[in-house]
């Protein structure tokens, strides 16, 4: 966790391909707005196009009306004649009131085959209009004739504006539509997706990876999640076998040193030994206990990790902290540290494990005692802070820098020569029981002012 | 007392062997399970030191075995397995204690005689060191008609000083005795010198304690001559 929101931290500086992840966008939005970007784009090129189109199709539309009238006045003529329409010299002219249309039969002396549609203009009663007109010639009894049928260009117009008008408000009905119906599938078909992704969140460790498959009826988030399945399992497989592994390898080195110690003691007892020799003995059985304690402490971290403890303990914070403090008050006075207790508030916690717990407070209290100058104070306070315990262990020591402070929890750290002795694991062991009880452990820490420990307990605990 | 100490490292089970001897126990080794069953039922032994694992056979097994064969022997398991399923278990099939490698010899010894006393009800005598009085029933130190004020891990040191007493212990004997294997990286802890300095200031409060000897470069000894 500690090691995500690090990671998290050196994104949100430094960014991925140039791009910090505030500025980074949603699968999800990013979809709807392409969606949007794409039907705005679409609409505008057709709205361009749309007059020009238009105006083909109503051209096409009244030129089709005006052969069809056409026909309908040949057919009237070879009904009943030329004769009702055309009297000697006269010719024929009918307008409709709104003077939109009109159909005009008069005599001609031309020969030519007339058969074209054009547009003019004609001055009907003082009044100039465009028409869009068909000219036809046809001969009865060797009459030439020529017919006009001719549709104003207003009413013509007029028509393809209502068009537009009614294209308009039916496209902006429809981008809104489609907008809100795409948006909503959009969200609908990326839930698995949405799904992985917070099975992936909750997860610390891949043994805790959720394997129960995501419903989805597209095949690629299925094989993702498959293959994420895959994954975590095999992940868990080798950090099961690292962790037998480490379990093991304890175990093994268990037996040697224990015939070590119990030769090398042996020794130490026999009556007839030389004190110096006696001495060479007694370091030798030191280092190999250090030896002992390291191989301990990895048996016991591979152990927690392996989920070998039981928590089944429940028990008040304060009597444990208030245990390390009498035990370790004696070695507190003796370096002139003021080892203090502060605890206002109390928790009981349940399903816990009390003597991790114990070592966990222990290890870390012991640490700062060890990093505290005479004359310098250890205070260890409790107190509930939003809702959630938490026990904060504060030294006036020398305090850590950054870099000091990132490889803190880390297994075998490269210290500074001025970091005391020790195997250095005290702490590594303390985050791994914390972990153990999903206890979040930060540190603030000063160079030469001091450092301070918080344990933040889960809020159901 | 016969001893059986049922351990397949043949070196361990000879310095152990070598160290009770020398504390006048009579020590039989056996190396592989079959071996050892056989001695347990052919042998009384008043001991057997089990290790736990063993390549032959489940040492939970023999344990079980032994205690139908054998059941006036008390049995300590030794394991390098510290785990504390194993440590249930073997207590559960009537062990009647449990000490985890790698231990100190000295630990053992206290334990074989911890339970021996228990079994054969030995009540605890008092034990007298210069002005001083142990009242180990009571877990008292009286001098003179007074109570010296101990806390808890002071009298814990002294009294196992005093059951070993003219043996040198280490600092880390002492300490593992009393914190047990409660993890402390600072190997070169002082905490044991702290205790006795406390130890000794106190002592001296009532009469001298020049019986609680420092062996330089060692550790710490209580010496009755």
Not at chain 1, 117 to 144: A, C, H, M, P, W
Not at chain 1, 374 to 381: F, Q
Not at chain 2, 161 to 178: A, C, P, S
Request: charged share 25%; net charge negative.
């Amino acid at each position: 966790m500690a090691r995500n929101s690090q990671r998290d931290r050196l994104q949100d500086q430094y960014g991925i391909n140039g791009l910090t992840r505030r500025q980074m966008l949603k699968l999800n939005f990013k979809l709807s707005l392409f969606n949007l970007l794409s039907k705005l784009v679409f609409t505008g090129l057709f709205l361009l196009l749309m007059p020009y189109i238009i105006e083909r199709i109503n051209l096409k539309q009244v030129d089709n009306d005006l052969v069809q009238k056409r026909e309908q006045v040949l057919a009237l003529i070879s009904d009943i004649g030329i004769e009702p329409f055309i009297t000697s010299d006269s010719s024929f002219g009918s307008f409709n009131i709104l003077k939109e249309e009109f159909i005009s039969i008069e005599k001609t002396s031309s020969v030519e085959d007339l058969n074209f549609i054009e547009v003019t203009t004609r001055i009907i009663e003082d009044e100039e209009i465009g028409y869009r007109v068909l000219n036809y010639s046809f001969k009865i009894e060797d009459q030439n004739y020529l017919l006009e049928v001719g549709k104003s260009l207003v009413s013509i117009s007029r028509t393809g504006r209502n068009i537009r008008n009614l294209m308009l408000v039916f496209l902006a009905f429809i981008i809104v539509i489609t907008f809100f119906t795409d948006t909503l599938y959009t969200r609908l078909l990326l839930t698995p997706l949405e799904r992985i992704k917070g099975k992936l969140k909750m997860i610390s460790d891949p043994s805790l990876f959720d394997k129960v498959p995501v419903k989805t009826s597209t095949s690629d988030f299925y094989r993702l999640d498959n293959a994420l399945c895959e994954v975590m399992d095999n992940l868990n497989q080798l950090f099961q076998k690292e962790k037998e592994i480490t379990v093991n390898i304890s175990h093994e080195l268990m037996t040697p040193i224990s015939v070590l110690r119990s030769k090398l003691e042996n020794i130490l007892m026999k009556e007839d030994i030389k004190p110096d020799t006696a001495t060479k003995v007694e370091d030798s059985l030191k280092t190999l206990h250090r030896l002992q304690s390291l191989v301990s402490s990895l048996l016991m971290i591979a152990r927690i990790e392996s989920n070998q403890y039981l928590r089944e303990d429940s028990f008040f914070i304060n009597d444990v902290l208030k245990e390390i403090i009498k035990e370790l008050e004696p070695i507190a006075e003796d370096a002139n540290i003021k080892l203090r207790n502060n605890i206002k508030d109390d928790l009981k916690i349940k399903e816990a494990n009390r003597s991790l717990i114990f070592s966990m407070f222990y290890n870390v209290v012991n640490n700062s005692l060890k990093n505290t100058p005479s004359e310098g104070n250890v205070l260890i306070s409790g107190t509930f802070n939003q809702k959630k315990f938490t026990v904060n262990i504060s030294d006036t020591g020398r305090g850590m820098t950054e870099m000091q402070k990132s490889l803190l929890f880390s297994r075998f750290r490269i210290r500074d020569k001025n970091s005391g002795e020790g195997t250095g694991i005290g702490l590594a062991i303390a985050k791994t029981i914390a972990d153990f009880h999903k206890i979040e452990i930060s540190v603030t820490s000063e160079p030469e002012e001091g450092t301070t420990f918080s344990f933040i307990f889960p809020e159901n605990s | 007392m016969n001893i059986l100490i049922v351990e397949d490292e043949k070196s361990l089970a000879s310095e152990i062997a070598e160290f009770l001897r020398s504390e006048n126990f009579l020590c039989d080794i056996a190396n592989t399970g079959t071996e050892a069953s056989e001695k347990i039922a052919i042998n009384l032994y008043d001991f057997v030191l089990l290790d736990l694992g063993l390549p032959d056979y489940n040492g939970l097994d023999l344990l079980k075995e032994a205690r139908t064969n054998n059941s006036e022997a008390s049995f300590i398991i030794i394991t390098a397995r510290g785990a504390v399923e194993d440590k249930v278990k073997g207590l559960n099939l009537g062990a009647d204690d449990y000490l985890a490698k790698p231990f100190a010899l000295i630990e053992l010894l206290s334990r074989i005689n911890a339970v021996a006393r228990r079994k054969f009800n030995v009540t605890n005598t008092d034990i007298t060191l210069g002005d001083f009085t142990m009242q180990v029933q009571s877990r008292k130190l009286v001098c003179k008609g007074s109570d010296v004020d101990l806390t808890k891990k002071e009298f814990d040191l002294l009294q196992y000083l005093v059951l070993n007493k003219d043996k040198v212990l280490t600092r880390h004997q002492l300490y593992e005795h009393i914190w047990g294997n409660l993890l402390d990286d600072q190997y070169d802890s002082n905490f044991i010198d702290v205790h006795i300095k406390n130890l000794r200031k106190k002592l001296n409060l009532h009469a001298p304690s020049q019986w609680l000897e420092t062996v330089r470069g060692i550790g710490y000894r209580i010496s009755t001559e």
